[in-house]
């Protein structure tokens, strides 16, 4: 068999050549596990459905949907839905194989799952994108459930959508659902802190990373790329700590303020005007000068394959933090490490929102609910410990955090493989 191998329909090269690449790196430390790491190579399932909707103007369109569980070896498949007009089967199936990593990395009794329709939600009126959500839901219906698959907000879905999924399942199953789907509205059984979860693990992670390095938060220069949900929380919470940001990089353009951008009046900028660009408060530069400016940190959080080889070499930071799901090429994963730049990798780093969607999928169960501050401890002292658990991993092997983070999560989720044997 050859080290590497491409399910159909994917490329050397794209987001799944890159998982199996991250996965290959494992293969050293696992020991008699390593008999099983084919069933991390191989998703357990993937569906493909159409999803065809009468438009406002009568026309009938047809969109592609798609849910992929990666593994369930450790509980329901837990996993986003972005809409996005380049959603493909091999980004899905991906995404899904990283939440294996990161819900096993993280601990919690999850395994991985990720869906997506190829879709321009701009494009669509508030009616379309209903359609779409309930007939996609209606068509992955078969496969998702709260005991079996829960997913969640992604890119371009939000809390309107995951509010429309559960009601078109709980109508298909004639009962009200909440746990099918997290990061609903508080009214529907959503939980306090959600939404600035994942922006909140990537701080608490980066300043977890910068305790161990000797870097300090106070006066630390971040540039962030995206400034939706991740970006725009995490930002928030740099500046609450006296650190810098002083550049932010979205798909309007890029600004800069060497001495500290007024986050809270950027993300009002961004509510008014859909993006950074324009922004009074700050100059603007081209898109690569993002790439060059000496920072201390570093936080890719928009999509993945950002960070490439040539970006890698001419990058002036210490660490990178990733916000996003994939966002460091392999390639550019080898020459950061050359140069002693610290990866922080996205499994451990933007676990934040799993976590709270893990605290509401318990909430839903025991209809009992915390307050966000009992939210937001509990997050802290799991990611806190996650982290510790993969720092000490790293130390230990002397290798990087990533296929440290890999090391831990491939290890539990083999584990529970072996000990679950074969069926029938």
């Known amino acids: 068999m050859t080290a590497l191998s491409y399910a159909p329909g994917t490329v050397p090269g794209g987001p799944w050549a890159t998982y199996l690449d991250q996965v290959e790196r494992v293969r050293p430390y696992l020991g008699p596990l390593d008999r099983w790491i084919e069933t991390l190579r191989r998703p357990k399932r993937c569906l493909v459905v159409d999803v065809p909707i009468e438009m406002d103007d009568g026309r009938v369109a047809h969109f592609e949907g798609f849910r992929v569980q990666h593994s369930l070896t450790r509980g329901p498949g837990k996993g986003g839905v972005r809409y996005h007009p380049d959603v493909t089967l091999e980004e ?23 869906g997506g329709v190829r879709c321009d939600p701009s494009a669509l009126s508030m009616k379309e994108l209903e359609r779409v959500t ?21 890119v371009n879905t939000n809390a309107q959508v995951m509010a429309w999924m559960m009601d078109t399942y709980s109508m298909n199953v004639g009962a009200t659902a909440t746990g099918v789907v997290t990061g609903k509205p508080i009214a529907l059984g959503g939980s306090l802190g959600r939404v600035k979860a994942t922006g909140r693990g990537v701080f608490v992670v980066g300043r977890e990373a910068a305790r161990r390095t ?25 500046a609450a700590h006296g650190a810098k940001v002083i550049a932010v990089q979205d798909s309007s ?26 922004f009074a408060g700050a100059d603007a530069i081209g898109a690569e000068d993002f790439w060059r400016m000496e920072s201390d940190v570093l936080i890719p959080a928009a999509l993945e394959g950002v960070l490439n080889a040539e970006r890698a070499r001419a990058l002036r ?19 950061l490490n050359e140069r002693g730049i610290l990866v922080v990798p996205d499994v451990i780093a933007n676990a934040g929102g799993v976590t709270v969607s893990y605290f509401e999928w318990v909430q839903d169960f025991s209809s009992f609910f915390w307050t966000e501050e009992e939210i937001n401890a509990r997050l802290d002292k799991i990611l806190i410990g ?25 290890e539990r989720v083999l584990s529970a493989r072996e000990l679950r044997g074969l069926y029938p």
Request: proline share 5%; glycine share 12%.
């Open 92 to 114: 899905v199936m991906a995404l899904a194989a990283w939440m294996t990593i990161k819900n096993a990395a993280v601990n919690l009794p999850y395994g991985g799952a990720k």
């Open 134 to 154: 309930r007939r996609y839901t209606s068509e992955i219906g078969l496969v998702i459930g709260p005991q079996v698959d829960i997913p969640a907000p992604d």
């Open 214 to 238: 000797g870097q300090p938060i106070e006066g630390a220069r971040v540039a962030i790329q995206g400034f939706g949900n991740v970006g725009s929380a995490a930002a928030e919470l740099y």
């Open 253 to 278: 353009g890029t600004v800069l303020d060497e001495h500290g951008l007024d986050v809270r009046a950027l993300a009002a900028h961004v509510e008014a005007r859909g993006g950074v660009a324009g």
């Open 317 to 335: 930071t210490r660490m990178v933090l990733e916000g996003a799901n994939g966002p460091t090429l392999p390639e550019a994963d080898a020459i």
């Open 386 to 410: 996650a982290f510790g658990r993969v720092w000490s991993d790293s130390e230990k092997h002397r290798i990087a955090l990533r296929t440290a983070a890999f090391v831990v999560a491939c």
